[in-house]
């Protein structure tokens, strides 16, 4: 069965710092990776996926996130934190391939300090 | 941990009739529930977020008259797909938020259902 856990449920980083969010999934087959976003007061933002092809991935708003099989995980980050990026951040994995249903991880709270 | 039990996981309907989904907070209050459907390549689509004991907020271009929501209680939501038809097929994922609806307060998701109508 398909898992997802994200490490440390709050972050807080200075703006400028990099950010770096952890996510390590489960899967018994290969797996569809996704990171969600969401400011407050707002929905569910797709920041980026991964669906086999480049295992480097580059999403919205300077972030990326690289998939490393041997270490069953999808960490996300952005070399220089924003205020502007203080928000909830979610890693999924999806069940049944790129077209499945989505396992959501707990979630990670990005603080950033001035 | 707190946990949001979504039901049923799957269903098929035939067009025409109603569906409805349940979402309920297992072991803490959530004062605001969101729903979404997922649609191609992944994205999700807010359709509506309610709080306990009032009506829902549907977002822009969402029809309230054909996915009824009822927040009745603090552990409870329901979404009713009313008169589906194929294109209502999708993934619909609930989530919960405990707490004042803020922030600060955690979230977390139902493991979704998948309706097909035929």
């Known amino acids: 069965a398909q898992s997802v856990t994200q490490l440390g449920s709050h972050v807080s980083v200075s703006e400028g710092a990099l950010v770096l969010l952890r996510c390590n999934y489960s899967s018994s087959v290969p797996p569809y990776l996704f990171w969600y976003v969401q400011y407050p007061n707002q929905g569910l933002q797709l920041l980026l996926k991964?669906?086999?092809?480049?295992?480097l991935v580059k999403g919205i708003n300077g972030f990326e996130a690289e998939f490393k099989k041997s270490e069953t995980s999808f960490h996300l980050t952005k070399p220089s934190a924003h205020m502007s990026d203080a928000a909830e951040y979610f890693c999924a994995v999806s069940v049944g391939g790129s077209q499945g249903n989505l396992i959501f991880g707990k979630g990670t709270k990005l603080s950033v300090k001035p | 941990g707190a946990v949001v039990s979504q039901h049923p996981s799957w269903v098929i309907c035939k067009s025409g009739t109603s569906v409805k989904i349940e979402c309920r907070s297992l072991?803490?209050?959530?004062?605001?529930m969101f729903w979404y459907r997922q649609f191609p390549k992944q994205s999700l689509m807010l359709m509506a977020t309610?709080?306990?004991?009032?009506?829902?907020?549907?977002e822009q271009g969402v029809e309230k008259d054909k996915f009824l929501i009822n927040h009745a209680s603090l552990t409870l939501s329901t979404l009713t797909v009313t008169s589906a038809h194929p294109e209502d097929s999708s993934f619909y994922i609930c989530s919960a938020r405990s707490g004042s609806p803020t922030f600060n307060s955690p979230l977390h998701f139902g493991n979704g259902t998948r309706l097909t109508v035929t």
């Open positions: 072991d803490f209050q959530a004062t605001t």
């Open positions: 309610s709080n306990e004991g009032s009506k829902a907020t549907y």
């Open positions: 991964y669906t086999s092809a480049a295992t």
